[in-house]
């Protein structure tokens, strides 16, 4: 199975970037591909603007879904974006892992996905391909996230409220939207405050998810 991981955390030594390694490893061991977009590693570029098109369709105005649908026909998006793209066609899978900042993924994260999952490429609302007919159909989403608080602040009656019905429009309304199927989201609470003994259980609990949903046929 080819796998795309895209991973945000700006600390090498983070138990997120520990985690992202002990996981990439465990994948290929099982005989999956795996391919990397360290988006800070990368200094990956978050902003969407005229700079991700090397020719425009339009100079007199800047419309970013005019721009995306030509550059998805023409090939004319700056060589970052086509790089990502060409990881997207890649992977039968992909990653997202990230910790939660302000109850939302972290501004690079959220860079990458409005840069390559562009009109023309991702979606197309012009001919309804959009959900079932998205045009990243057959490819499925895995959220992996951690918060800094307790999982009492994340859910019902909590002080931030359900994290999981915030997740549920980020999946349907991203992945599902460009045609994706979607993976239940795997969540670490309290990432920062975890003791040795907890730490290693939370990798087993992941490890065991992956080795179950990608296993490589």
Same mark, same amino acid.
């Given at each position: ?115 390559? =999952?562009? /009109? @023309? ?6 001919? %309804? ?5 998205? *045009?990243? #159909? ?50 670490? =609470?309290? /990432? @920062? ?6 730490? %290693? ?5 992941? *490890?065991? #998810? ?8």
């Amino acid at each position: 199975m080819n796998i795309l991981y895209i991973f945000a955390h700006p600390e090498p030594k983070s138990f997120n970037s520990y985690m992202k390694e002990i996981a990439v490893k465990e994948l290929e061991e099982k005989g999956n591909k795996v391919r990397h977009s360290d988006l800070y590693t990368m200094d990956f570029k978050p902003v969407l603007d005229k700079n991700d098109f090397v020719q425009r369709k339009k100079t007199d105005s800047f419309n970013p879904f005019i721009e995306q649908i030509a550059a998805s026909k023409e090939g004319t998006f700056s060589d970052d974006i086509m790089a990502e793209m060409e990881k997207v066609k890649w992977a039968d899978v992909l990653i997202f892992q990230f910790p939660i900042y302000f109850t939302a993924m972290p501004a690079i994260m959220k860079g990458w996905l409005d840069r390559v =999952f562009a /009109a @023309g490429f991702a979606f197309s609302p012009i001919k %309804d391909r959009v959900y079932e007919n998205g *045009l990243l #159909k057959g490819k499925k989403a895995l959220m992996v996230i951690s918060t800094g608080a307790e999982e009492e602040l994340y859910s019902i009656g909590g002080k931030h409220g359900d994290i999981r019905e915030l997740l549920r429009y980020i999946n349907h309304c991203t992945f599902e939207y460009v045609g994706m199927e979607v993976i239940d989201n795997h969540m670490i =609470f309290g /990432a @920062g405050k975890m003791s040795a003994e907890k730490v %290693d259980e939370e990798l087993n609990k992941y *490890l065991e #998810k992956l080795n179950l949903l990608f296993q490589d046929s």
